[in-house]
């Protein structure tokens, strides 16, 4: 399944189960946010700046090969084919914990073609040799972190290694965290034990309002895209990733519907004068059942 902008909530959902999700979620947000000064210097540690043309060769090619081992990030067709009959539940939750919806080219594309698609505010400022060697950086690491499960570490490393500098130099940062979601993720950063087991409970008190949720998810989705709200949208998935990870909250609840409950309420949130008072409230229950313990 492809990536894009409008299913952030989709990639959030991935990125929660993986080794280094929040990793990639701060380097797709540092595409989303950076202005031209910021993508210029994300560019400025490109590793084949001042390189001959030969030594740019070498580096294609160790590239294009780590790009070969991160297609070994387990994928949820070759985990489905592999399980065992059991539960019809308990099943699909240890597929979910064990395998992406999406893979390591369709990120790829989805940082090239929609994070730093024709809507960005740095389009025309760079030149089109600055535009590349930012978009390597991010993309390199980006499927640095995201295959961080199964690539050797000096492979990981030489492909975070740019865009680690970039950070350390503070010449990124992503976008803000949107003012009305300030509330729900500050809480959730802040989760103890007893509050990550009553977010727990709240998604198996709503387990039979799946249809609902997904209806209402759906129609969110379309009401950012048509009020040309995708890229805060998306930014706050990706905020709402760390979040949740900073939380203390396992792959098992990503997978176990946690993380769902979570993109709901940022969806809703986030377009909430774009919905009808049933949707809303669908999105938006297992954070009212959380408050109401």
Known sequence: MPYSLVSAATLGFDLVRLPA??????VLLAGLGADAPALASIAAVHPGRGLARGERGG???????ARELAAAVPHMRGVAAGAAAGDRTAVLVAQLERGTIGDAPTLERLLRDDVLGPEHIARG???????????????DAALGHWAAGVLPP?????????????????????PPVDDALTELLDAVRALDAPGRAAWRAA?????????????????????????????????????????????????????????????????????????????????QAPWTRVRGR
């Open 21 to 26: 999700g929040r990793s990639v979620a701060t």
């Open 59 to 65: 580096l294609a090619i160790r590239s294009r090969k």
């Open 125 to 139: 400022f760079l030149t089109e040799d600055e535009w590349d060697e930012a978009a390597d950086v991010l993309a």
């Open 154 to 174: 000096l492979v990981r490393r030489e492909l975070t290694g740019p865009f680690d500098r970039a950070l350390d130099r503070g010449a990124v940062a992503g």
């Open 203 to 283: 998604v198996d008190e709503g387990r039979a309002d799946h249809r609902p949720w997904a209806t209402a998810m759906h129609e969110a989705s379309w009401a950012g895209h048509v009020s040309g709200r995708t890229r805060t949208l998306a930014a706050a998935q990706l905020h709402a990733v760390q979040a949740f990870l900073d939380g203390g909250f396992d792959l098992h609840d990503g997978a176990a519907g946690v993380w769902n409950a979570l993109a709901g309420c940022v969806q809703g949130t986030v377009v909430a004068d774009m919905l009808d008072e049933a949707s809303l409230a669908a999105l």
